[in-house]
């Protein structure tokens, strides 16, 4: 079956400019996790999306980011004002639910802020 | 402070040769320990969920271990195509965050 997919696979921006980056879930998950990798950096979480709950935003690094997710299915991230630190891959993982562990990743957006 | 450290940064190893990852975790209270392949320009695969000390996973070349401070990867035998880069999480009770090491860049020498 189709995995979790991300667009678009590369991103090259201006500082300054704003971008989006989107997440298309496995079908009939209802967790959606939005991570940063940066070069020699594990994994950041971002935010995380269960069912309708109010999403857990803890992990944004500043109030540029921004993520929304519609119908319980696709999730945008967005990026406001890009800086270059901003520059990193960014991957999305959903989840059948909460109770589930197994996290399936989709391949990532690679950005890069010049 | 949740954290997850990893060491080596990274192995070399010849094929047929077999060593251990390890994972060192500092959470307050475990709900679970996480193995995870990645491929460079891929996103991580699930490998293994440990949730208690003592427990042990395997799936063909690869067995996972835990104990209160620290999981072990264990590679028997490994071959070329085992070479990627292998990841550990932990998420915390009452958390929804994952934490990730930096990896092991593992390499697989024919």
């Known amino acids: 079956g189709a995995g979790v997919s991300q667009s678009p696979s590369n991103k090259v921006t201006e500082k300054g400019k704003d971008v989006e980056l989107r997440c298309d879930p496995i079908s009939g998950h209802t967790a959606l996790y939005w991570y940063r990798q940066s070069l020699g950096q594990g994994l950041e979480f971002l935010i995380y999306f269960q069912g309708n709950s109010a999403p857990d935003k803890s992990g944004l690094p500043s109030d540029r980011f921004s993520a929304e997710r519609t119908g319980g299915s696709v999730s945008t991230l967005t990026i406001q004002r890009t800086q270059q630190e901003d520059s990193a891959v960014y991957l999305c993982?959903?989840?059948?639910?909460?109770?589930?562990?197994?996290?399936?990743f989709g391949p990532g957006t690679r950005l890069t802020v010049t | 402070e949740d954290q997850v450290t990893q060491s080596p940064e990274a192995l070399r190893l010849q094929e047929g040769e077999s060593s251990s990852l390890n994972c060192s975790y500092t959470?307050?209270?475990?709900?679970?320990l996480f193995w995870y392949r990645q491929d460079p320009g891929k996103g991580p695969e699930f490998l293994f969920t440990?949730?208690?000390a003592g427990e042990e996973k395997e799936k063909e070349r690869l067995k996972a271990t835990l104990t209160k401070k620290e999981s072990f990867l264990h590679i028997t035998a490994p071959k070329p195509e085992d070479s990627a880069t292998y990841l550990c999480?932990?998420?915390?009770?009452?958390?929804?965050?994952?934490?990730f090491g930096t990896g092991t860049s593992l390499t697989v020498i024919p």
């Open positions: 999480a932990v998420q915390a009770v009452g958390g929804n965050q994952f934490y």
């Open positions: 440990l949730y208690s």
């Open positions: 959470v307050s209270g475990l709900r679970g």
């Open positions: 993982a959903s989840s059948p639910d909460f109770s589930s562990y197994e996290q399936y």
